[in-house]
């Protein structure tokens, strides 16, 4: 059982895992390797202190030298589900179990609104991890929505399962060249169905009949992840301590509201680590 | 008057500084030149992230840097008083006066405790400003507590109108070489009198009549400096956007509360400075 999960490796899970890790404490740090897309393509950042006017892909580079210095391990699945347990948290990532006594959400804010009927069918149709559900479409039709191109993989292993595959990626051309993978060249709308999914909308109106929607995005947003979080709108609503109405349970960065600052992260990572060695020594 | 007046070179200064400044705000800066001596001397810094394993002085460096490249200007003056007016704040540093639309307090926290009738004496024999209340001394014997090497000058200033000055410091030895300037070995324990200061007890019991106490320190206790700051213990209350009680008020670093650390104190001025954007745009 891991002391801490922390999930996400922009600017505010780096810095609680630069933290923790200088405590030896045990973490399990889920996210992309290539840390912050978010950082990587701004364009230019002048109000990081001490870094003076640098570029998104600098500050990236500069972070991830600082993650290899500390040797800090990415653990790069997605996290698709989160329990509460008697002894802290259960998370579910690509089929494999985690337990850790402390969780960090650090998953940045889901900018985009979820598709029409996602929230509704999730479960009955609709699924963040093809790894997780994959094996149930064996021969049958899916409809993919991929947000980058690091979850391509994920689309080639659904259509080495599935009949047929609709997908639609939100940075257009995909490396992805099989027969029964077909591109969608308008947007998914709507996800349709009453008791499961049975097809999906495309912005132009047009229909396809499927019998699951996989959407790889990069963060499933934080209530969907664990039940009962409480949210104010899109960002998880946490104390001044970073501290979330889950005992245990801490938030930082962009989740937590705005400004969406790259300084603002770090202080609410450093806040949160904190606070998760103060729970630590408590328990 | 000024947008906005910042208190404090500090990182949480520094953060808002910055910022403010990317906004086209005019702000007056106050604080040391040297930025933050608590930075500077600070061995090792392995938590600040993407600057990996630094010292304190590269740190300091760092951010004097981006200082120079934001082309900053820093008051070295000390604010020994705030009033809130009905435009905003009126600004007290040594005899001038300046006025901004809004504050921020990033002052660090007083770690050393004042001295023992400090509080009680204060505008009665205590002052913390050579420059304001100096003359009041003319031929006096004076007490003075000098926390750093730049506030020497003010020893030197106010050993030119006194008879008598009886010098502690909390660096041990000073540049100071005047006949009427004597060493105190003892620190200050006690400042003694009753309607008015009328002398100084040291740690050894000794006692020095004077008429004045001057103490020249890195920083005035928030509550001190602006009557009615509601404060919690030694910290400043503040919320999530970092405001205090008083509307366009706000405060970041150190001053509003542990964890003591780089990476909050810019977060927390970055937020503040982005809460007086609002604030001046709504005004």
Same mark, same amino acid.
């Given at each position: ?116 009927? !996602? ?34 993989? !994920? ?17 257009? !051309? ?19 169905? !009453? ?89």
């Amino acid at each position: 059982m891991y002391d801490t999960a922390i999930i996400g490796t922009g600017p505010a899970g780096m810095s609680a895992a630069i933290n923790l890790k200088l405590h030896n404490k045990d973490i399990i740090w889920f996210g992309a390797q290539e840390l912050s897309d978010k950082v990587r393509k701004s364009e230019k950042i002048a109000n990081y202190p001490g870094m003076g006017l640098v570029t998104g892909e600098e500050l990236n580079q500069r972070m991830e030298a600082h993650r290899e210095e500390m040797e800090l391990a990415i653990t790069d699945r997605m996290v698709t589900n989160i329990t509460k347990t008697k002894k802290g948290y259960m998370l579910l990532a690509e089929n494999e179990i985690y337990e850790a006594k402390t969780l960090l959400l650090a998953t940045g804010v889901i900018t985009a609104k979820g598709f029409e009927g !996602e929230a509704e069918l999730l479960g009955r149709g609709v699924s963040y991890c093809a790894t997780c559900d994959g094996f149930l479409y064996k021969e049958k039709n899916l409809a993919v929505f991929c947000a980058a191109p690091r979850y391509e993989h !994920e689309v080639e292993y659904l259509a080495g399962i599935a009949g047929k595959v609709y997908l639609h990626t939100s940075y257009g !051309e995909s490396g992805i060249d099989l027969p029964n993978v077909e591109r969608l060249d308008k947007p998914i709308r709507k996800i349709l169905g !009453e008791e499961r999914v049975s097809g999906v909308e495309l912005a132009d109106g047009g229909e396809r009949n499927v019998d699951g929607v996989f959407i790889l995005r990069n963060a499933v947003a934080p209530a969907t992840l664990l039940p009962g979080l409480a949210m104010d709108g899109a960002h998880i609503v946490v104390d001044r301590m970073q501290a979330t109405n889950h005992p245990g349970c801490y938030a930082a960065g962009d989740c937590t509201g705005r400004p969406y600052q790259i300084a603002k992260a770090v202080g609410e990572g450093n806040v949160a680590a904190h606070s998760i060695l103060e729970y630590l020594a408590e328990e």
